[in-house]
T-cell receptor, first 113, second 112 residues
Framework: QQQVKQSPQSLIVQKGGISIINCAYE??????FPWYQQFPGKGPALLIA?????SEKKEGRFTISFNKSAKQFSLHIMDSQPGDSATYFC????????????FGKGITLSVRP | DGGITQSPKYLFRKEGQNVTLSCEQN?????MYWYRQDPGQGLRLIYY???????QKGDIAEGYSVSREKKESFPLTVTSAQKNPTAFYLC???????????FGPGTRLTVL
């Protein structure tokens, strides 16, 4: 059973456009929702994260929108650049003993110049 | 320089051989994790350890073994019982009070 589902599976955006990646989760106990960015042959790096007490968090060109009632959260990349081309993973976990991150399958973003 | 190191970066193994992947961290994190990454599969948890001398199976532990004798080190052994070991292996660590996981650069294992 996949607890975190990402969509779309891949995304192609023109330079300067907005990239939007969506995630849906099932476990209502989740209370921490990070996005990771991974370049080919490298380990993932935390990009931005949100907790359910806020509906939106912005860091530079990256924004997370969170909808608790719909159990969905999304990543928006404004003014997308070719350097943003990477694989993006959403994840979710709960705060507590033995908690583990549950990852989505990832989406590949290509930003065309 | 604080961080997580994994070695080697590339590893080739013949079928039937065991191989051990190294993971070291100097972040003083309590928890450490091993993931396997295959194309289109995302990150799948193999084993994790939240304290020295203790570890738990993840979602795909069959054919793998780990040890946690030191806080800084969490080596993963891929045994000959793992039927399809060719993959990209990622190690991560996490502080005791916090949800963020920090990843190493990965080891790409290829079985010939």
């Amino acid at each position: 059973q996949q607890q975190v589902k990402q969509s779309p599976q891949s995304l192609i955006v023109q330079k300067g456009g907005i990239s939007i990646i969506n995630c849906a989760y099932e476990n209502t106990a989740f209370d921490y929702f990070p996005w990771y960015q991974q370049f080919p042959g490298k380990g993932p790096a935390l990009l931005i994260a949100i907790r359910p007490d806020v509906s939106e968090k912005k860091e530079g060109r990256f924004t997370i929108s969170f909808n608790k009632s719909a159990k969905q959260f999304s990543l928006h990349i404004m003014d997308s650049q070719p350097g943003d081309s990477a694989t993006y993973f959403c994840a979710a976990t709960y705060t507590g003993a033995n908690s583990k991150l549950t990852f989505g399958k990832g989406i590949t973003l290509s930003v065309r110049p | 320089d604080g961080g997580i190191t994994q070695s080697p970066k590339y590893l080739f193994r013949k079928e039937g051989q065991n191989v051990t992947l190294s993971c070291e961290q100097n972040l003083n994190h309590d928890a450490m994790y091993w993931y396997r990454q295959d194309p289109g599969q995302g990150l799948r948890l193999i084993y994790y350890s939240q304290i020295v001398n203790d570890f738990q199976k993840g979602d795909i532990a069959e054919g793998y073994s780990v040890s946690r004798e030191k806080k800084e080190s969490f080596p993963l052994t891929v045994t000959s019982a793992q039927k399809n070991p060719t993959a990209f292996y990622l190690c991560a660590s996490q502080p005791q009070f916090g949800n963020e996981q920090f990843f190493g650069p990965g080891t790409r294992l290829t079985v010939l």
